[in-house]
């Protein structure tokens, strides 16, 4: 029978999620440009071409900035009141924005302007107005093109109408009148140019049909759990057109389009309104902002926080970057915030391997015929394509390599307990692998002998694991057995070293003090109990 290595178990720890994947992706965003603005940031929208320019809405402007810079490329400042919502088109050469004015005019300027009631299309390119919309009478607060219909406009206006824009003819197409209060968000869906999503502050949600001109589905958030009329701050629907994601004060929710409009998520990590939602470039993570200046990202897949950034102002608007390399925030006091980070060269290309180590899932290291060419093709040195190296009708049967044993599973195979012992109780080697040696020792019944004939100097590393670990939740039991067997094998011995001897009292000092500990904690735990079970009887139900 081959010889088994040493298991070594992971062992949690309430810091591992700082050190997971997808913390230390997010962490990549650093270097943080701050740059200050007159009035509060409320509105960044990246272009989804190359190179990703950005728009920044704030005050009575909008300026367009590169990313690799950070610096202003245009600014928009023909507006007579609060610039809102810039946006850019798919093909990045259109900008649309509205304001709080609620005049009707039109400027020939290179930018886009939106007054309240008034919106204002402006070529980037040519510095010149194109188109100005003016049948709101209210503040616009949303302006946004359709990714499908790239002739159409939707905005949204505190004089609670949704409409539909075409640009070439500027008239507006279709009129929503279906909510009651200031509507301040609404997004186009991405799968159906007809679809339109719509939050508003009379606390409900709507599907808006352009073809029929009505709201098709009505979703309220008030008649949930926490009941009263919260203002929907955000809204945001997922590509598939399928799923819809909504804020209302500082609770999240999840949408099913398909099944009425039937709420199947609730989140409250936020503990104050949730003003930002945005998605990364595959919709696989959530980015939430709110006035409690955090930033939280969620994994669409179950919902759970797995990453947390904190602002220096509560956030307004968010966005990402559809190449993934900026974040861009704004927030109350006028600072934008621009996080980046420098991505690897293989994410800018197709990782082959990748893709075949997926493929891979069986025996099969080839597939007959070639049919899959980035899988058992080597290059050529000095050439553009990649040859077979092989018949193209043979396959190769997955060879694995004998793994090479560890140096304490070497000396453990050759029943040399003490020289094991000895190689794991060094600095460098993590407690994990150290105890589970220790633990194979024990089943072997070689602890003991492991321990035994040590003089001051090999005795000395055994009792700093012990001092160090004592109070360790995950080692704990361990040592108090494995400091046991140290105490009944050298107590005898006890006085003829002085570090050993102030080992020992450290030791003993150590375990004193978590005993202590554990009292506090119980009284405390008894404490709280009384007060729990006191409230629970005041609540009682009268019979």
């Known amino acids: 029978m081959d010889y088994q290595p040493v298991i070594v178990k992971a062992h949690p720890r309430p810091s591992s999620s700082k050190s997971s994947p997808e913390a230390r992706y997010w962490r990549q965003f650093k270097h943080p440009v701050f740059v200050k603005e007159y009035a509060p940031v409320t509105s960044v929208h990246f272009s989804p071409t190359k190179p990703h320019r950005y728009a920044v809405t704030a005050a009575t402007r909008v300026q367009l900035y590169a990313p690799r810079t950070q610096k202003v490329t245009k600014t928009i400042s023909r507006f007579k009141d609060i610039a809102r919502s810039g946006c850019i088109r798919a093909d990045g050469k259109l900008l649309v924005a509205g304001d709080d004015t609620g005049l009707i005019q039109a400027f020939f300027f290179a930018r886009l302007k939106e007054t309240n009631g008034s919106k204002i299309v402006f070529d980037i390119n040519s510095r010149a107005i194109l188109r100005t919309f003016d049948s709101h009478k209210q503040a616009v607060h949303v302006t946004k093109f359709s990714s499908l ?32 209060d200031y509507v301040r968000s609404g997004q186009s869906s991405t799968s159906s140019p007809h679809l339109h999503l719509t939050g508003s502050y009379d606390a409900t949600v709507r599907l808006f049909d352009s073809r029929s001109g009505q709201c098709e589905m009505v979703m309220n958030p008030a008649g949930g759990s926490t009941g009263g009329n919260v203002p929907v701050e955000q809204v945001l629907m997922f590509p598939s057109g399928t799923v819809a994601v909504s804020s209302a004060g500082s609770i999240l929710r999840v949408w099913d389009l398909v099944a009425g409009g039937r709420c199947v998520r609730a989140l409250s990590n936020h503990q104050k309104t949730v003003t930002a939602i945005a998605f990364d470039s595959t919709a696989s993570r959530l980015l939430t902002g709110g006035l409690d200046q955090m930033v939280k990202v969620y994994d669409v897949s179950t919902y759970k926080v797995v990453h947390t950034m904190r602002y220096p102002a509560p956030v307004l608007c968010l966005a990402v970057s559809p190449d993934e390399t900026h974040i861009a925030a704004g927030m109350t006091d006028g600072t934008l915030s621009v996080r980046r980070r420098n991505p690897k060269a293989s994410e800018t290309q197709f990782n082959a391997s990748l893709a075949a180590a997926v493929l891979r899932s069986g025996t099969f290291e080839t597939f007959f015929g070639g049919t899959l060419p980035t899988i058992g093709m080597g290059t050529v040195k000095g050439k553009g394509k990649a040859k077979p190296l092989g018949d193209v009708n043979e396959f190769r049967i997955e060879s694995r390599r004998a793994k090479r044993l560890k140096g304490y599973d070497k000396l453990l195979k050759g029943f040399k307990y003490s020289a094991a012992l000895d190689s794991v109780l060094r600095k460098q080697v993590p407690p994990t692998t150290t105890f589970a040696l220790i633990q194979e020792l024990i089943h072997r019944d070689g602890l003991r002998i492991a321990l035994a004939g040590r003089d001051d100097v090999l005795l000395e590393p055994v009792l700093r694991v012990l001092v160090k670990h004592a109070t360790d939740p995950r080692f704990g039991e361990m040592v108090c057995d494995i400091a046991g067997l140290v105490i009944q094998m050298y107590t005898p011995i006890l006085g003829q070293s002085p570090l050993i001897d102030s080992l020992f009292l450290r030791l003993r000092k150590k375990v004193q003090t978590e005993l202590r500990f554990q009292k506090e904690i119980r009284r405390t735990k008894g404490a709280l109990d009384m007060i729990f079970s006191a409230v629970a009887s005041t609540n009682l139900p009268l019979r």
Do not use: E, G, K, Y
Not at 152 to 173: E, N
């Open 149 to 180: 219909a790239p002739t159409q406009v939707l905005s949204c206006s505190d004089d609670t109408t949704v409409r539909i824009w075409d640009v070439p003819s500027q008239s507006c197409t279709t009129t929503f009148t279906a909510h009651t």
